[in-house]
């Protein structure tokens, strides 16, 4: 891991009532001690009409707030989309982009994903880049070039003095609820793929600073053996997250990978 400070990430994705989202911040807030968050990052993605709500509870405590998505325009007739500015205007300090479920579930392109990119970053966000392989593109041998392409067309136009507002998220597709289990070489191994296509595009240095987390379903029994490994710097977290002990737990694997 370096240098770099672990990061959790907690997406909610479209879950929760107004009246129980409160529930597992406001848990997670007592668990979080000064200790905790001085070793590892945390970041909350609740749903966009939650963000003020959380970004509330969360003032103050370290803790920060993040959009699931971001719209590619700075404003005008898009009916459905939220802006960048927006999002600062209540509270988020980042963005996903480029999540699988939007990829494949939505159909968004790679230039679609840069050009969101460019404007969060550009309207002062931090930006998380999500990219990951299929089970079909990983079963014909095509997994890094698909990441490496999804990496390199999502950071067109991103200097290298932004990069200190990215981070990479590797989601394996392929390991999310098909029964198949992506190890921690597993994600090692292409973690140092991502981290070295980084240092072609930029250089060693400055790829070494960036942090690329893990978000193949990882769960308190085996956060901590996917976190040891030097490329991980943390996970982008989906179902555990809305669980605040099992989120908990989560980041003490973080933390527990710092003290070792």
Known sequence: MANRQPLIGGNWKMNLSPADARGPCSALLDGLDAGLLAKCGVSLFPPFPYLSQISDLTAGSGVSIGGQDVSAHENGAYTGQTSASMLLEVGCTSTLVGHSERRHGLGESDSVLNAKVLVAMKAGLDVMLCVGETLDERESGQSEAIVLQQLQEGLQGVSINDLGRLTIAYEPVWAIGTGRNATPGDAQSMHQSIRADLGKQYDDGSANGVRILYGGSVKPDNAEAIFAQPDVD???????????????DIVRAAVATVDS
């Open 234 to 248: 943390g996970g982008l977290i989906g179902g555990a997250s809305l669980q605040s002990e099992d989120f908990l």
